[in-house]
């Protein structure tokens, strides 16, 4: 089912805007991610598709037809909770089978329902525990098991992986991603974790404030931040953004003096960036580079995360390069990060203006 | 000692109205105490303004005061009847009085137990489509209950002992009245003192282990 949202804003009594205005088009079977710092609106907007919230003004869509005015139980759309939410008084068939419950399903046909679902989770063994019994990844795939049993038309995660630890999380996402494939359900789910959203993600939105900054693929949003905001929130490594200045067929930026892909406004002030994976480190001295001395050092495991300190004219700049394992600089030595050509985004008044 | 051994019957009499006291309000001040819970948390300002008023002002009035308003304002006043026998009438006003004070204290027990309860599973109840009304019956009041049986223990123990106050509301059979007016006639025996300590203690402890046994039986994992 498409999902279409149109005006949507939120204001919580006390004068809160968590949602400004916002408009949306969710495609048929989509994977959908709301990617997002805290207080950003992301949550507000996935509780306003489930019903949960109602919106100051605005209108929820589904399939089509308004549902705006609707309680959740009519929406046909099943929730999965950031703590999963998993009724501790039940048994795990009872807690997969309490949606259909609710809709009057014969209890033989909704067992029935349970365990097949069950089975296909992994959840056999698992039938007659209470969730206090599960383990964390177990209680998961009951909330995953409870939201598929009633097959709805749309699912709505909220932080699904984000109470899972390190380890499980990858295998989860994995997991979620070849159901969402196998059951072709439109679905958005909420997450702060900006690797999380590119990883399971058909399309992802950029929310700031309230309002949708970027939509697009994975890629597009990675390699083509729309402004400085998406720019720094996207990676799992910083990205560098360095003031800067255009000089004719030149930019002056942190120290280094680049060349300037043509079009660009002569005389303003730009931002630079180039993400840290996208330079190397020279150690002798070069124009075309941000120079600094080596402050800090973060093993990555395969590569390691370099800072250099003092970058720029006024000296306090602080530039990240990501180099390959074996390749450390000594921490406080001179080094130099050379951005490489190609990979550089140039934003004007916070708006991307090259690549164009 | 003898004059427990010739008063006993007429005690165990007496102790046996402390005991249907009990049962009665025991049920009633559950039933009661639950509706009020119901009110307080409910989405209804209105209905939830009632259940507060309602719970400061019983909870924080003395026990004699209400069981006297019962049997003085309501019946003798206002005419509330249950029975045209006198002794019956009296029973159910005590019943009623005692319910009505017993249940502020179930309803805030309850309250505790509510506030145990994750705001998620109410939000989760709503999502498959409960209204408040069901999840409060389905969802959260069984885990409500489940957290809070121990402090209900107690309010029952509070509630058995509190029958022994009757004699306010104008009932005069349960223990402690025949206690009161066997004195009068033997003078004060410590025997019958003790003798009547131990038949409520042979009700109040079961009432307290068994709870104590219910609540880590029932206890909720989450």
Redesign the interface.
Known sequence: MTISLHGLTKVFPGGARALDSLDLDIGEGEFFALLGPSGCGKTTLLRSI???ETPSSGTVSIGGADVTAL????RD???V???Y?????MDVTANIA??LR??KVPRSRREAAAAEVAGRLSLSELLRR????LSGGQQQRVALARAIACRPKVFLFDEPLSNLDARLRLEARTFLKRLQGELGVTTVFVTHDQGEALALAHRVAVMDAGRITQVGAPAEIFHRPATTFVASFIGSTPMNLLPGKVAGDALHVAGAVLPAPPGLPDGEEIVYGVRPEYADLSAAPRDDAFPGTVAVLENLGTSTLVTLEGGGDDGDLLVQVVVPEGEEPPAGTAAWAVPRPGRALIYHGDRLIHPA | MDDLIKYAPALFDGFMENVKLSLMCGVLSLVLGTILVSMRVSPTPVLRAAGTVYVNVVRNTPLTLVLAFSALGLSDTLGLAFSDKPSSNSFWLVVLGLSIYTAAFVCEALRSGINTV?L??A??A?????TFL?SLRL?IL??AF?AVIAPLGSVMIAMIKNTTVAIAGGYLAESAFVMKDTFDDTGVSIPIFLGLVLAFMAVTLPVGFLTGWLARRLA???
């Not at chain 1, 309680?71 to 009519?74: E, V």
């Not at chain 1, 939410?85 to 008084?89: N, T």
């Open positions: 489930a019903g949960l309680p959740p139980g009519r759309v099943a929730m909770f950031q703590d939410a998993l009724f501790p008084h309490y949606p609710i809709q209470r969730p206090g019994q | 994750p998620g599973q939000e989760a709503r999502a498959i489509g409960l069901q969802i069984p885990q489940r909720v994992a989450r």
